[in-house]
């Protein structure tokens, strides 16, 4: 008999559809407020550190007008006034950020500087009464996640947000929701990496800022790549088990980019949660083939995410282990089984498989939304967008921050442990199973 959590394909796109379709109401629900915000109503902010990563936010938030950038700071000149450059509307900049909090007229601060910075960067703001965005990983070291869980609980009005941006994609919640609903079965395994094949650094015209502009070479900086790429999917891990790991055990090294860094060019990290699920991690320097993959494996499914882009894979149907079969042969092993093997696209975030099925069968369920006034149609945007949006509405209107403290700091401490187990060689254990052991 068909197990409870078996999917027959049409269930699968009727489930798929209907999430997609629902999970995109709260982000895409936005649009209404979008044309009727009036500037006095906009979430005033200022922007911390308008690097690489702040000014692609700054670039989205262009297109949000529920917020309005009254400040930039940055240290470092030419970033200050690409920051500024980017959001065009002439902030006030600063060089102290401190002196920026100092403004009662800012609602919200942004930060995107180094790992290093950001928990008394945030611990500040919050105290300075602002609410907060700070890009992942949330913080450093591990006191410090203590650190800022006070200063948010002393300022339980202020929303704080991680940018950890998969959390607002409208890809990642459908895989999620699918998880929730058995479509992937018992999910017990995570194997996740992030493959690049260049040597990470930064160009840098006057050696004196070496450090500031390759920080993430850094130990003093930096987590390197646990957590500047694994922290996304850590939490990508601790999102589809809906748990934190027990333990982790890990290695890694300086072995190809022998060039006076720091922080490891390879990570390889066995995260472990309870009851026996893992993730497999692995980030590397020298080979981008494998590049960037999420695969979240059941035992009636896989969901396979890369950048923009989800699978689903249905696993065969159970072998046949009673009565007279003679050979035992997978049960129903039918053509059509065959191709659901082959996967069916999740949700086309960003204009993958146009034309397909599944893509026109969204569509017209967004249309449909759309056409019953629940909400305005439009195009799918890149999770930050998303994120950036959640943001907005969190302020304005209470909505749930989308990657709160507790998220980060699950986050953050998954980053923190997993560097400590490839520095001393010996498995790092979570606290709780540490005081049970
Ligand atoms: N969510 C994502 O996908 C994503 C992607 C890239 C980076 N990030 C995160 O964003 C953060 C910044 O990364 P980046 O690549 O933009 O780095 P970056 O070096 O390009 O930018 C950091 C900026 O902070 C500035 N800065 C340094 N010290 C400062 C100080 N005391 N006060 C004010 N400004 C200061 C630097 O001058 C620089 O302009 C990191 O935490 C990183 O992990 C997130």
């Known amino acids: 008999m068909e197990k409870e959590n078996d999917l027959t394909r049409r269930d699968f796109l009727k489930t798929a559809a209907t999430v997609a379709a629902v999970s995109a109401l709260p982000v895409a629900g936005a649009p209404a407020i979008l044309a009727d915000t009036a500037p006095s109503d906009a979430v005033r902010y200022g922007f911390i ?3 690489t990563e702040g000014c692609t936010l700054l670039r989205f938030l262009t297109t949000i007008p529920e917020g309005r950038c009254v400040a930039t700071c940055d240290i470092y000149p030419p970033n200050l006034k690409k920051g500024v450059e ?10 102290d950020y401190r002196q920026m909090l100092e403004r009662k007229d800012i ?23 602002k609410h907060v965005f700070v890009e992942k990983t949330m913080y450093f070291k591990e006191e410090e996640g203590d650190a800022i869980r006070q200063a948010a609980a002393a300022h339980p009005k202020q929303v704080l947000q991680i940018g950890l941006q998969r959390r607002s994609s409208v890809l990642y919640q459908v895989a999620m929701e699918m998880i929730r609903k058995g479509a992937l079965g018992k999910v017990m395994f995570v194997r996740a990496n992030w493959h690049r094949n260049n040597n990470w ?7 004196k800022y070496e450090r500031l502009i390759n920080w993430r070479m850094y130990r003093e ?21 809906e748990a934190e790991p027990l333990s982790v055990v890990a290695t890694g090294g300086i072995d190809y980019w022998k060039d006076g860094r720091e922080t490891c060019d390879n990570i390889e990290a066995i995260f472990e949660y309870s009851e026996g699920r893992k993730l497999l991690y692995s980030s590397i320097l020298y ?7 999420e695969q979240i494996m059941g035992d009636h499914g896989t969901i396979e995410i890369t950048v923009g882009h989800g699978m689903y894979y249905r696993e065969p149907a159970a072998k046949v282990t009673k009565g007279l079969a003679k050979e035992n042969w997978w049960a ?3 053509v059509s089984e065959k191709a659901e093997q082959k996967g069916f696209p999740i949700f086309p975030e960003k204009g993958n498989g146009e034309g397909s099925f599944m893509d026109r069968e969204t569509r017209y369920a967004r249309r449909w939304l759309a056409s019953m006034g629940i909400y305005e149609y439009e195009e799918p945007h890149e999770p930050r967008w998303y994120e950036l949006k959640n943001l907005m509405a969190s302020i304005r209107e209470g909505k749930p921050i989308a990657a709160p403290l507790e998220v980060g700091v699950a986050d953050a401490q998954g980053v923190i442990y997993g560097n400590r187990a490839v520095d001393t060689g010996q498995k790092v254990l979570w606290p709780k199973k540490e005081a049970a052991a």
């Open 49 to 51: 550190g308008t690097g």
């Open 86 to 95: 980017t959001i065009g509307n002439n902030p006030q900049t600063y060089e």
């Open 107 to 129: 609602d919200l601060i942004l930060i995107a500087t180094p790992l290093n910075l950001h928990a008394q960067m945030v611990i500040d703001s919050l105290n300075a009464g």
């Open 201 to 207: 650094r930064r160009p840098v015209h006057d050696p």
């Open 221 to 241: 900086y930096s987590g390197g790549l646990m957590a500047e790429l694994a922290s996304h999917q850590i939490d990508v891990a601790n999102w589809a088990f």
């Open 287 to 293: 080979n981008a083939h494998y590049d960037y993959v």
């Open 332 to 334: 129903g092993a039918t």
